[in-house]
Nanobody
């Protein structure tokens, strides 16, 4: 399993970035994928998750309406379009997956939102730094 996150950078408040998570080494279209973020000294946050088909999507409340997750199973890639960025979005962003995610989505539905940051993900990308600053 390999996940490669990219697309981070420095952007001014109100700006946009698109993160990509390219996957290889596993059957990508069988796995839900999550985006998480981490600020040193703070708890990890689950930002968004998309089911294997793309039919179920979840967002952290603070990014709803600003971030959009999508996937292209033909390209083995998940995207996170981030608009109207705020300074509080500054973090290292990771994509991650685990064999249990689809089952969690089916069992918990919308409650998955509150669980994203605490799940035990087996596979992680290397992280990409997003800095929102003027």
């Amino acid at each position: 399993f390999q996940l490669q996150a990219s697309g981070g950078g420095l952007v001014q408040p109100g700006g946009s970035l698109r993160l990509s998570c390219a996957a290889s080494g596993f059957r990508f279209d069988n796995y839900a994928i999550a985006w998480l973020r981490q600020v040193p000294g703070k708890e990890r946050e689950g930002v968004s998750m998309i089911s294997k088909s793309g039919g179920s999507i979840f967002y952290l409340d603070s990014v709803k309406g600003r971030f959009t997750i999508s996937r292209d199973n033909a390209k083995n890639t998940v995207y996170l379009q981030m608009n109207s960025l705020k300074s509080e979005d500054t973090a290292v962003y990771y994509c991650a997956t685990d064999r249990t995610l689809e089952g969690i989505i089916r069992e918990f539905g919308l409650r998955t939102v509150g669980m994203m940051g605490q799940l035990d993900y087996d596979y992680w990308g290397q992280g990409t730094l997003v800095t929102v600053s003027s």
